[in-house]
């Protein structure tokens, strides 16, 4: 599904604040993988994410989606593949917007925003039912702007948002760094059904260990810039709690 | 009275320009300054197509275009050539006081015998009632196209730019090409209300549209004042409030000059009454 190839990112190359953030980082994601990305701050691992998202473009090395290769495309043309859930809540949803303007936009994330109005009684009903099954009571509450909802609720919106159209692959930047823990546990139990639902492909990355450990069949550590370590399903399910924080000793 | 009703027209001519600072300031959040040159530009164009006795019909078109191909340039700096938009549109309003001087060939050009928009339709006999009607039924047209544009998934998407560009941008929207669009649009509109005023004063002068987006911007601000206080989320109500934000501060000018104000003091008192209606919210919630 993802073949990242020999991926190397320099900021600033050459002047006394360069900085290498990626060291040359190869990666194999399967269709339907949850891939899961821990590492200290600075390791690389959002860098990373964003040249798969295409907001950051990799300074040599490639990244093939579905055998296409997107290296150098920008992340509004790699959306017909990618949903992105931002660790800002408000990165991901338009504040000002009512809920249901968030939504038609979603909607047609692959398609031409067009001059018709596509927002009529159907789709309304659409979005109600969508949004009633996160059981937060938002589905009456569509007419809000997004800016008055909590972190929380604006995150699993946002993840209901990423599967409205057809999305292949699902980014999760630490889609829970801003919430409380009661709700980080709705956004992450939401992201992982969704995932099962619509059988996409993920990559979250994430500082909780416990998100770590729960979710997700495969994961890695990332460390100035370079994969440190890559376990499969069978040697996640295989490796304990303990076995992880040991990773950051 | 006729004193007000003058105002009054000043007012519905401007709040094209008013919809034009809106798009630009609160929907894609760019603070446009191109607007000064912009509005002369329609001025001028419309000027020098009436004295070289060019149809109505082709005139409205070739303004729009203008005022739409000056923003469209101010956005290609701002978002090809990474400058910020603040300059952006500084650089463009420079340059079109020259375009502005070349194309008019001088600085001032009286259009009192031509055939403008308020001689050739004839809604009443009196001459400021016939333009009352003729802009009104302008502003309304205008109004209700851009009411429509922005309902629409275009304009969802617009006014998301403004809001959340990594959000829309993941959303599969051309961020840069949007701005393009959206200034092209707000300066198209701009230099409709330097159509209407050049013909409704009777002369284009190449200093008219100096400091002309301190009115713009605070019919905006009287408008976003108002949709505050009244948590008005309707997208039309925010237009209407936008066109009354353009009559009211217009209004305010002509009750200081009605009430003995010296002429000179007018752009003094226009800028205490923008800094007045920004600042007036800010005094009351830090109590």
Not at chain 1, 170 to 198: C, F, G, Q, W
Not at chain 1, 223 to 236: F, T
Not at chain 2, 79 to 105: D, F, R, Y
Request: hydrophobic share 50%; glycine share 8%; with cysteine.
């Amino acid at each position: 599904m993802i073949q990242i190839s020999n991926i190397h990112k320099v900021f600033n190359p050459g002047k006394a604040n360069q900085v290498n953030a990626v060291n040359g980082i190869s990666l194999q994601i399967k269709k339907e993988e949850f891939l899961v990305i821990v590492g200290a701050n600075g390791s690389g691992k959002t860098t990373m994410l964003d040249m798969v998202a295409g907001s950051v473009f990799p300074t040599s090395g490639s990244i093939t989606i579905d055998s296409e290769n997107v290296t150098k495309l920008p992340d509004y043309r790699r959306s017909k593949w990618i949903a992105r859930v931002f660790q800002n809540p408000v990165s991901g949803t338009a504040s000002d917007l009512s809920i249901l303007d968030n939504f038609r936009l979603a909607a047609i994330r692959t398609k031409p925003k067009g001059l018709s109005i596509g927002i009529n009684d159907e789709f309304k009903k659409q979005v109600k039912e969508k949004i009633a099954t996160l059981g937060m009571g938002l589905e009456n509450k569509i007419d809000q702007p997004m800016g008055t909802l909590s972190g929380g609720q604006r995150q699993a919106l946002t993840l209901l948002m990423s599967v409205m159209d057809n999305c292949k692959v699902l980014l999760l930047d630490e889609p829970t760094a801003a919430l409380d823990p009661r709700s980080a546990e709705v956004v992450m139990r939401t992201a992982d059904k969704l995932i099962k639902d619509y059988k996409l492909t993920a990559i979250l990355i994430t500082h909780n260990l416990k998100d770590a450990f729960t979710y997700g069949n495969r994961i890695i550590l990332v460390s100035e810039g370079q994969i440190i370590k890559d376990l499969d399903a069978e040697n996640k399910q295989a490796l304990s709690q303990n076995d992880l924080f040991g990773w950051f000793s | 009275m006729d004193f007000y009703l003058t105002a009054l027209l000043q007012g519905l001519c401007f709040s094209a320009l008013a919809l034009g600072i809106f798009i630009s300031m609160k929907i894609f959040n760019i603070p446009d300054i191109t607007t000064d040159g912009s509005y002369t530009l329609g001025a001028v164009v419309t000027a020098v197509m009436l004295t070289h006795h060019q149809p109505t019909y082709i005139i409205l078109p070739a303004v729009i275009i203008a005022g739409g191909l000056a923003g469209a340039l101010t956005g290609i700096i701002h978002t090809k050539l990474k400058i910020n938009a603040l300059l952006a549109g500084i650089l463009v309003m420079t340059a079109l006081w020259s375009v502005n001087l070349t194309i008019m060939g001088t600085s001032n050009l009286p259009l009192n015998s031509l055939p403008t928009l308020f001689n050739l339709v004839h809604i009443s006999a009196d001459p400021n009632h016939n333009t009352f009607w003729i802009v009104s039924g302008f502003v309304i047209i205008i109004t209700a196209l851009i009411g429509y544009l922005l309902k629409t998934d275009f304009g969802i998407a617009m006014r998301a730019t403004g809001n959340s560009e990594s959000m829309i941008r993941s959303l599969g929207v051309n961020t840069d090409r949007m701005k393009i669009t959206g200034l092209a649009l707000a300066n198209a509109l701009t230099a409709l209300s330097g159509y209407l005023i050049s013909q409704n004063q009777g002369f284009t002068d190449i200093s008219m549209g100096i400091g002309i987006v301190i009115a713009g911007l605070g019919s905006v601000i009287i408008a976003e004042t108002l949709i505050n206080w009244f948590r008005i989320t309707s997208v039309w109500l925010s237009l209407i409030l936008v066109i009354a934000g353009a009559i009211i501060f217009q209004m305010v000018l002509a009750i200081t000059l009605d009430i003995g104000v010296d002429a000179n003091l007018l752009k003094l008192v226009t800028a205490v009454f923008v800094l007045l209606i920004v600042s007036l919210p800010r005094i009351k919630f830090a109590k």
